[in-house]
């Protein structure tokens, strides 16, 4: 069975910080991973994925993440947050092997940012 | 591309009524999947079809709630009846085989 662990409900950045939302997965097989940010009232929309490529991982809006196989980790980091990415962000996780599609979803964290 | 398109956007309703969400999903995509949304459980899976077929329903809830998808381009569904814990903010996503999952804006359901 895989799973996701978000560290954090709550991150709370002053503008031009570092941005730093911690993703653990467990996985029996190698797996795929994902990170989703959701604006109020709005769905999911991908930010970055990792598919057993280059285990840096560069996404939308600044974001990236890096692939972390010794710690099971995933984290997505911004160098400088902006006001515009107060936001949830859901890390999420899939097989890479055969036909099993379903993405498990971490609790999501909801990042503030401060003026 | 339009993306992936659900309708009503709000729906409010009585206990004990019928409620039925749609969701078209971008073309192309042999994927679909229902998710529920609440504060206290997060986002969870209800079913996801491959080409048109149910593969996982497990996360349906109980037998008031049914899925159903005629062809490539549609798919719905149906809470009978519904009740007040049902209010959640419903999404549709659609993908291929490429695992990345596309999500529509959802449907914010309440039950009264």
């Known amino acids: 069975a895989q799973s996701v662990t978000q560290l954090g409900s709550h991150v709370s950045v002053s503008e031009g910080a570092l941005v730093l939302l911690r993703c653990n997965y467990s996985?029996?097989?190698?797996?795929?991973l994902f990170w989703y940010v959701q604006y109020p009232n709005q769905g999911l929309q991908l930010l970055l994925k990792?598919?057993?490529?280059?285990?840096l991982v560069k996404g939308i809006n600044g974001f990236e993440a890096e692939f972390k196989k010794s710690e099971t980790s995933f984290h997505l980091t911004k160098p400088s947050a902006h006001m515009s990415d107060a936001a949830e962000y859901f890390c999420?996780?899939?097989?890479?092997?055969?036909?099993?599609?379903?993405?498990?979803f971490g609790k999501g964290t909801l990042l503030t940012v401060n003026p | 591309d339009a993306g992936v398109i659900q309708s009503p956007r709000h729906e409010v309703t009585e206990m004990g009524q019928e409620v039925t969400l749609r969701c078209k999903p971008i073309?192309?995509?042999?994927?679909l999947f229902w998710y529920r949304q609440t504060m206290m459980r997060g986002l969870e899976l209800l079913i996801y079809?491959?080409?048109?077929?149910?593969?996982?329903d497990s996360g349906m809830p109980e037998d008031r709630f049914s899925a159903k998808m005629p062809n490539a381009s549609f798919s719905t569904l149906k809470i009978q009846p519904s009740e007040p814990r049902d209010s959640a903010v419903y999404f549709c996503?659609?993908?291929?085989?490429?695992?990345?999952?596309?999500f529509g804006p959802g449907t914010r359901l309440t039950v009264l």
């Open positions: 996985s029996s097989v190698p797996p795929y």
């Open positions: 079809f491959n080409n048109n077929v149910p593969i996982d």
């Open positions: 990792y598919t057993s490529a280059a285990t």
């Open positions: 073309s192309g995509h042999d994927y």
């Open positions: 996503a659609s993908s291929s085989r490429r695992h990345t999952q596309y």
């Open positions: 999420a996780v899939s097989h890479s092997g055969g036909s099993n599609y379903k993405l498990t």
